[in-house]
């Protein structure tokens, strides 16, 4: 079965500071992947996806992810996060050769940004 | 543009009473998943819909069920509930497109918090 793993659970930063949440997923074919944000109260909204071609992604808000097959990585960048990223983060994965497949979750990785 | 919509946004409930959540999907949306968020947890998918039909079963009680209907809304209907039953439900929606549902996108309603007392 397929597994997505965030081994961050908590992260605290600085505003400025440069973020990366990582995300590994277990599956051996080819999968569509997804980071979603939930910020404090509400509900999940899409930051960027990777279904093929370049395996650098940009996202929504000045994030970046990059596609690593080889490591079966996919993890979440910013340069310089800002207070109002405070949220949790949702790495998320699906085959893409089924159809209505519903999302695998990481266990999420909650971002704190601090001033 | 048009999102996906929930309601109720918040419930009350006894033990052993029932509960409805409805789910209207983003137009021209043609699927609908619903998962459900406890407190500090990732979502979990309960069941999903495709034109009508169930297309995939996760880990929903027998004591819930689920329809969606002829205008692509859908419902769950939760009975019997008990106290860890108190969740964020979530439903979201997607268009199998025209790749066959190979880059399927699902967008996610602002969800229907449920609380079991």
Known sequence: AQSVSQHNHHVILSEAASLELGCNYSYGGTVNLFWYVQYPGQHLQLLLKYFSGDPLVK???????????SKFSFNLRKPSVQ???????FCAVSPPFSGNT???FGKGTRLSVIA | AAGVIQSP????????ETATLKCYPIPRHDTVYWYQQGPGQDP????????KMQSDKGSIPDRFSAQQF?????????????????ALYFC???QMGTSGGYQETQYFGPGTRLLVL
């Not at chain 1, 996202?59 to 596609?67: L, N, P, R, T, V």
């Not at chain 2, 918040?10 to 033990?15: D, F, M, R, S």
């Not at chain 2, 979990?44 to 034109?51: G, N, P, V």
């Open chain 1, 59 to 69: 996202g929504i808000k000045g994030f970046e992810a990059e596609f690593i097959k």
């Open chain 1, 83 to 89: 207070w109002s990223d405070t949220a949790e983060y």
């Open chain 2, 92 to 94: 979201a929606s997607s």
């Open chain 2, 9 to 16: 946004r918040h419930l009350i409930k006894e033990k052993r």
């Open chain 2, 44 to 51: 979990q998918f309960l069941i999903s819909f495709y034109e």
């Open chain 1, 102 to 104: 519903p999302l695998v």
């Open chain 2, 70 to 86: 002829s205008d692509y809304h859908s419902e769950l209907n939760m009975s019997s509930l008990e106290l860890g039953d108190s």
